[in-house]
């Protein structure tokens, strides 16, 4: 790989991420570069694993901060750099649950997800009531499992890739995920049968 | 067409892999669960962050300099185990070699004082 010896004649829009954070130990305009490709992962990331947009923000801003704080010490393990981000995400909505205590509630003013669609303006509430039980449900999850189904579902990554990031082997993320489903689903039954309804209501009321 | 090298969609696709995961469950079973995986990917949807926000973030991150956010402890944290523990040896060493060092000469000069003091007395 051929490397320009100034910062004027560096392409960062084609360059790789490893060539980039090499770049950035000393150019401010690569790490803007890395920024700019995954903001919004670490975003999501972030927001699924916290339910707001405040808290999401002010967390985000620390990953990137402490990513540029420690950009001169990154080593390439083989690993993404996006592994190297989500590390940090993950430590820091850790801490975060830790001095705040485990939140119970996600807002969902600002969230509306597209997905679901009915005619009736009843069925239209009980969908936005499954829709925040089910993100309750997944919030109760253990960390790796979080980030499993956002990686998954929000970024819509494939299990290998997944299992770059979490350093763990397809066959494991695979795993990993089969035993979410069952966990999910059983915390979604036990949560429908504690407020009395029955749990196959449920899966029959979306009609999939 | 979005995926012309497969006649499948992803969530087809998706579902097919998961069906085949899961050959054990009962039809029931894989049903309750295939649905919550569609559940899923309709609920799990991406959220962007304001334009305001990610423009401002970026400015303060341009305008910082590489390193600068660092303290002294997490630099030195920031090195490998082997290289803390061996300059933790070596300070160390270092430490106890000038303390013995200049041990001698200030035992020296206390009994030159000791001796002046007991001559004077």
Redesign the interface.
């Known amino acids: 790989m051929t490397r320009p010896h100034s910062q004027a004649e560096r392409d960062y829009t084609v360059a790789d991420d490893a060539q980039l954070v090499e770049w950035a130990k000393d150019d401010s305009a690569a790490f803007g570069e890395l920024y700019e490709r995954y903001v919004q992962k670490i975003y999501n990331y972030v927001y699924y694993r916290t339910g707001n947009h405040h808290d999401a923000e002010d967390l985000t801003s620390r990953v990137f901060f402490r990513a540029l704080g420690h950009i001169d010490g990154y080593v390439d393990r083989g690993v993404p750099f996006s592994a190297w981000l989500y590390r940090i995400a993950h430590n820091l909505v850790a801490n975060w649950h830790r001095d705040r205590g485990r939140q119970k509630v996600v807002p969902l003013d600002d969230y509306l997800p597209s997905g679901l669609h009915f005619d009736a303006p009843e069925a239209m509430a009980e969908s936005s009531e499954e829709q925040e039980r089910l993100l309750l449900s997944i919030r109760e999850l253990p960390a790796e499992r979080q980030q499993l189904l956002i990686l998954k579902f929000v970024e819509r990554l494939s299990n290998a890739e997944i299992g770059e990031i979490m350093d763990r082997t397809e066959g494991a993320i695979k795993s990993l995920y089969h035993r979410t489903l069952l966990s999910l689903r059983g915390a979604l039954d036990q949560d429908e049968d504690s407020s009395g309804g029955a749990s196959e209501r449920r899966w029959k009321r979306f009609g999939l | 067409m979005p995926f012309p090298f497969s006649k499948k969609s992803?969530q087809d696709a998706f579902n097919d892999l998961l069906w085949a995961?899961?050959q054990r469950q009962s039809d029931a079973q894989l049903?309750?669960?295939?649905?919550?995986?569609?559940?899923?990917?309709?609920?799990?949807?991406?959220?962007?962050?304001?334009d305001a926000?990610?423009e401002d973030?970026?400015q303060?991150?341009?305008?910082?300099?590489?390193?600068?956010?660092?303290t002294w402890y997490?630099r030195v944290r920031?090195l490998p185990p082997g290289v803390q523990l061996a300059a933790g040896i070596g300070g160390a060493t270092l430490t106890a070699g000038v303390v013995l060092a200049a041990r001698r000469p200030v035992m020296d000069a206390l009994d030159l004082w000791r001796s002046r003091r007991s001559i004077s007395a």
């Open positions: 992803p995961q899961m049903e309750e669960l295939l649905t919550l995986a569609r559940l899923l990917s309709q609920v799990l949807v991406p959220v962007k962050p304001s926000f990610v973030l970026r303060q991150l341009l305008t910082a300099t590489p390193g600068e956010r660092r997490e920031q």
